[in-house]
């Protein structure tokens, strides 16, 4: 049986697997354990809810997307922000593709803080900023996860920054200060399109961004009769 007939199998006998560990995806899993520092990917459905639960608190959530059906299409912040006239998502706000379609809405979130400015951290900042060399990175984090999909470090887009403290000042610059989300805080998405999504565990701990220690998340995929926990 072929990835797609055995996902196809798995949501139709609303199979959920045990955690695993990232990287590496698999298919069938609907509950995913990320690590601090690394990342996942995975494929879901329209209609299908994603759950991000900040297992330990203080941990910023990366996470790009592509169409299934046409990989030219994916996440843009760029777009969303056109489309909301806002620097921050929030509850009830639908997330675009580059295409300007609606990808994802979110429905549920805890923490009420996400970034949708900053782009993902990689190694050249770690080795320009901090003086640091084989420093792992979300870019690192979405290069692995996404290759099963053939889907190359060039075309991954800037992230949707989900539980970061990024705060708009008056003077209209922002800040990177300490997450304010606590352990078992969420955020859930409704989606859209079918895709592929990929979440990193920001592996950032130079810098106030995951209060200086990357801690785990938890992926769940679950279908919309279930709703969020």
Request: charged share 25%; aromatic share 6%; proline share 7%.
């Amino acid at each position: 049986m072929g990835n797609e007939a055995s996902v196809a199998a798995g949501q139709a006998d609303g199979a959920a697997g045990p955690a695993a560990e990232a990287p590496g995806p698999d298919l069938l899993r609907r509950e995913i354990l990320i690590s601090g520092g690394h990342g996942a990917a995975f494929a879901v459905r329209a209609g299908q809810l994603v759950e991000i639960i900040d297992l330990e608190g203080q941990q910023v959530a990366d996470f790009v997307a592509f169409a299934e059906r046409n990989r030219t299409e994916w996440l843009s912040t760029t777009h969303t922000r056109s489309a909301l006239l806002r620097l921050t998502a929030v509850v009830g706000d639908r997330l675009e593709s580059n295409w300007r379609h609606p990808m994802f809405e979110i429905v549920r979130d805890d923490v009420g803080r996400n970034d949708i400015i900053t782009s993902m951290c990689d190694d050249r900042r770690y080795r320009l900023d901090y003086g640091v060399e084989g420093h792992r990175s979300c870019r690192t984090n979405f290069t692995e996860a996404l290759e099963p999909w053939g889907i190359t470090e060039w075309q991954i887009p800037d992230p949707f920054n989900f539980f970061q403290n990024a705060p708009i000042h008056p003077d209209r610059t922002f800040g990177n200060e300490i997450p304010t989300g606590k352990a078992g805080d969420k955020l859930v998405l409704r989606t859209l399109m079918d895709s592929i999504v990929s979440v990193s565990a920001c592996p950032q701990d130079l810098n106030p961004c995951n209060g200086f220690h990357p801690s785990p998340l938890m992926i769940r995929i679950l279908e919309p009769s279930r709703g969020p926990s």
